[in-house]
């Protein structure tokens, strides 16, 4: 039977949400013929020996909090990258990125570099502001160049991120820094960014591998300030109390056709596998503002290809699993995951991931 590890941990700051989510996902899963279990903060050790005996066909990941790490305001690493690692030594099949792009992508302002298309900005390290290089470097910086918004550079699920982020003075900027800094005692660097305030905010998820691929586009709804933030008290927030959500972009929207290029056209550039998604920004014209490797499969993702297909959130984990395995399911001697899980998801997204735009 085609068997499917899921490796999450439980955040209480983040709310039951994700793991709820995830639940619904892997019942899907074995209604439909596959073997699916949820390992729920793992030691380490136990994981290992699990993985080299059991040996599933595949492994998929939400953020891994680090054994024995706090939970709120000291800094939450991401553990995925070291379970990525032994997944490849030990040859295994895994949802989404490789360790070496993992490590790329999470620094943040590196990934935005090799976008191409990141909003004009700086990094601030820990070791500058010590030193009070970081401080009179933003006192130099022009009246023009503000404001700014303040982002940690590695963390994530918008970890630091609120209305006093955005700067308007050298002084505001570097209090917020300053602050940043020591709220995570494990944080080194700090993005400064022109804050784009007039700019229309999307994303774009990419889903595929192999040139056969599907997009899904949203725009970002609000009731509050015109120019409010997607804070970390937003994400973290349950989301029948958030401010700020996601709506599917109409595809003929005239934004439509520059964004789904442009997140295609990343995807390959960063050799992306499976799904990821992109974080940008129009205004005077598109920026990469993040570009996340292993993005939640919720109904931010999935509310797009609900519109337009009837896709529910608890079939996105399912929908992924197709396009993983038109990936690593043709090897020879690979198991295949079981016909009854594509024949039970909309054809309409699932024909292009398996033959291409064309069928």
């Known amino acids: 039977m085609y068997r499917v590890f899921a490796i999450a941990s439980d955040i209480p700051r983040l709310g039951p949400a994700p793991l709820e989510t995830l639940r619904g996902q892997l019942d899907y899963l074995r209604r439909h013929g596959v073997q699916a279990e949820l390992i729920l903060d793992p030691d380490p050790a136990e994981l290992e020996h699990r993985l080299r005996a059991e040996r599933p066909h595949c492994t998929y990941m939400l953020p891994l909090r680090r054994p024995g790490a706090e939970q709120e305001d000291d800094a939450i690493f991401a553990e995925h990258t070291r379970v990525t690692r032994l997944l490849q030594h030990l040859g295994l099949d895994f949802v989404g990125q490789d360790y070496q792009s993992q490590l790329t992508m999470d620094d943040k302002m590196l990934a935005a570099h090799i976008s191409g298309m990141h909003p004009p900005g700086w990094l601030l390290t820990r070791a500058s502001m010590s030193h009070d290089q970081g401080r009179a470097s933003i006192d130099a910086v022009s009246p023009d160049a503000f404001p700014l918004i303040i982002k940690p550079n590695t963390l994530w699920a918008s970890k630091g991120l609120g209305p006093e982020s955005v700067c308007a003075s050298p002084g505001a900027a570097n209090a917020r820094a300053s602050h940043l800094f020591e709220r995570f005692p494990g944080l080194e660097e700090i993005r400064l960014e022109k804050y784009l305030g007039d700019a229309r905010e999307f994303t774009v998820t990419v889903m595929g591998n192999g040139g056969r691929f ?115 399911g043709v090897l020879p001697g690979a198991e295949r995951l079981p016909l009854n899980v594509r024949s039970s998801l909309p054809t309409a997204l699932v024909s292009p991931l398996i033959n291409g735009a064309s069928a």
């Open 214 to 328: 599907i997009t899904a586009a949203t725009s970002f709804v609000h009731d509050g300030p015109r120019h409010m933030i997607f804070s970390e008290t937003e994400k973290t927030a349950a989301p029948s109390d958030r401010r700020l959500s996601y709506a599917p972009l109409d595809l003929r929207a005239p934004e439509f056709a520059e964004l789904e290029s442009s997140a295609l056209a990343l995807f390959d550039r960063f050799a992306f596998r499976d799904v990821a998604r992109f974080d940008m920004l129009w205004s005077d014209k598109l920026y990469v503002v993040d570009v996340n490797h292993m993005p939640s499969l919720g109904r931010a993702m999935c509310c797009a290809w609900a519109a337009s297909d009837g896709l529910n959130v608890e079939q996105l984990l399912a929908l992924l699993l197709v396009s993983f395995d038109q990936r690593c």
